[in-house]
């Protein structure tokens, strides 16, 4: 069977699709977003993190690591180095204060729909299901199918959250198997967007054309709002403007910048792109229900 990394598994979700869900957050992914709340995510391989306001900093992690990738560093605390840490968990087990936990763990299709199905109640109260997240759900699609497959068999619905950055053979082959997409759209400007994400959007808004005309489940386009990235007027109404076309989209959705992230960047000794910048408040976004209106468009604010 085929296998990937999930790295969180989180129940009773209600923001995640219809009913209670639960989410699955797979490991990989090809963006490098300045804001992402899940650097966790980023890298297929698993990951060692430190919890710097739990750690007692008695030195017993850096001591035992039989490899001595394990550093203190002014800033963040005992990193662990992703290159020459071997994943053996001697430092896991070594630390009483529970300051290191390991980001991934693999799965079988057959495992995880096992572990899954134990919502499976839940879900059918609710008019739930579950949702697969990350990280890029796209680039695990064989996975993602085989999974879901055995989910349906008992009927449970199923909800892909994407970038949209994965080959168009991925994202054909999971919209054959899933009842929903919630799309990230997070520049129109192909520059812009490289200069925010690390790649050109060409390749997501080509995925994303295909959904709107193609898949005939239900279609959210999520539109992270980023301060001094994608929140000028400007930037909101190009969005408008390429979108305003669609027939098959459900709904559009702005998601409220926030630094919930930032501890995982320290855990894992990076630097958090968006620096100080403070979380945004819903009423922060309420001028964009005006820009929607003048495009013929109804907007939600998440």
């Not at 796209?138 to 909800?159: D, M, N, P, Q, V």
Request: charge should be negative; hydrophobic fraction near 35%.
């Amino acid at each position: 069977m085929e296998k990937a990394n999930v790295f969180n598994i989180e129940r009773g979700s209600s923001e995640d699709g219809p009913g209670i869900r639960t989410v699955v957050f797979l490991k990989g992914c090809s963006l490098r977003c300045r804001w992402c709340a899940n650097p966790e995510s980023q890298s297929m391989r698993p990951e060692i993190l430190y919890i710097a306001n739990v750690c007692v900093h008695c030195g017993a992690c850096e001591e035992i690591c039989p490899t001595h990738s394990i550093s203190l560093r002014d800033g963040f605390g005992y990193i662990s180095d992703a290159d020459s840490c071997t994943l053996c968990g001697a430092c896991i087990d070594r630390c009483y204060a529970d300051a290191r936990r390991l980001q991934g763990r693999e799965y079988t299709s057959q495992e995880l729909a096992d572990e899954l199905l134990k919502d499976a109640q839940y879900f059918r109260k609710s008019g739930g299901g579950v949702t697969f997240s990350g990280g890029e759900p796209l680039l695990h699609a064989e996975f993602l199918c085989e999974t879901t497959a055995l989910l349906k068999r008992e009927s449970i619905s199923c909800l892909v959250e994407t970038c949209g950055f994965a080959p168009q053979e991925n994202l054909r082959r999971v919209a054959d198997c899933v009842d929903a997409f919630f799309y990230d759209f997070k520049h129109a400007d192909s520059e812009i967007h490289r200069q925010l994400t690390g790649q050109s959007n060409e390749l997501i808004l080509k995925n994303l054309e295909w959904l709107e005309q193609n898949f005939t489940g239900s279609l959210s386009i999520r539109y992270p709002y980023i301060p001094g990235c994608n929140d000028s007027k400007e930037a909101v109404c190009a969005f408008f403007e390429y979108i305003r076309s669609f027939q098959n989209v459900k709904e559009i959705v702005f998601l409220p910048y926030h630094r919930l992230g930032l501890p995982k960047y320290v855990g894992l000794g990076r630097i958090y792109a968006m620096g100080d910048m403070k979380s945004l408040k819903r009423e922060a976004l309420n001028p964009i229900l005006d820009w929607a209106e003048a495009y013929g468009l109804s907007v939600k604010i998440q």
